[in-house]
């Protein structure tokens, strides 16, 4: 990743926009999917929409109507949303070298999300500081209306989507994936970071097929890590030598 800064060719605020528009291809048909998940959960219209725009946590958000709509006691339900957004305990280390003193990053934070810090983690370092904040928040403003978007459109006419074209319902379940899979390509630019993810999906893939679905995503970032700093060291002690 160059840490070289480079001119925008348009404003910060329009670039970002501009990267964010891929995301819109996995954001939304999850989105429809939640909305309709979650009206179909008992809750309604309003509430959807609210808990989009006001959780906005993906897999947080159907674990959260699932629980709640099974009674479950509201502590619990907080404490396993808190357990499944605890990576964001990561992305904001990792994306602080990049960010300015200014106020505003704070509550920008709510729009941290998987798919917005992966393309921020590149972006950041590439753009002059100034431009930064602009840049992060068309970006983020994007993607958070497109999932509110598409959960109200699920909520209001889910059920009809689904029964004029049945594809969409075996499509759903490949959006996100598929999202994360364009993501992470570009990052398999060295021997590095193509080792790294190889071994990482391909522990998942493994611990999945020998029975260990809960395991696997856990374990199999452990695995790409431990790849990335082996194969860093490994570097650093050929270069001394």
């Known amino acids: 990743m160059s ?3 480079q001119p925008l060719s348009m404003t910060p605020w329009k670039q970002g926009v501009k990267d964010a528009i891929p995301l819109l291809g996995g954001y939304i048909p999850v989105a429809i999917s939640f909305g309709l998940i979650s ?12 808990i989009s725009a006001f959780i906005y946590a993906g897999a ?5 109507v699932a629980m709640v709509a099974s009674g479950a006691p509201l502590w619990l339900v907080i404490i396993m949303t808190l357990l499944i957004n605890a990576r964001h305990v990561v992305y ?3 994306l602080a070298p990049y960010l300015t003193k200014d106020a505003r990053w704070g509550p ?4 941290l999300t998987d798919q917005i810090f992966a393309i921020a983690h590149t972006r ?3 753009m002059p500081s100034e431009s930064r904040i602009g840049w992060y928040t068309g970006a983020a403003t994007l993607a958070w209306l497109s999932w509110i978007g598409g959960s109200a459109l699920g909520a209001i006419a889910g059920d009809e989507l689904m029964q004029r074209w049945p594809l969409i319902n075996e499509v759903l379940p490949f959006a996100l994936p598929a999202l994360f899979f364009v993501l ?10 193509t080792v790294t993810i190889a071994g990482a999906a391909a522990s998942a893939m493994l611990l999945k097929v020998f029975g260990f679905p809960n395991i696997a995503i856990p374990a199999a970032a452990l695995c790409g ?7 860093k060291y490994t570097c650093k002690q050929g270069i001394k030598s």
């Open 124 to 126: 950041l370092p590439q």
């Open 108 to 111: 920008l934070m709510h729009g």
């Open 184 to 193: 992470i390509v570009p990052r398999c630019n060295n021997l590095q970071w």
């Open 225 to 231: 890590a431990l790849a990335f700093y082996a194969l």
């Open 39 to 50: 009206v179909q959960s008992g809750f309604s219209v309003l509430e959807t929409i609210l």
């Open 60 to 64: 947080s958000q159907f674990l959260f």
């Open 92 to 94: 904001g280390p990792n």
């Open 3 to 5: 840490s070289i800064a």
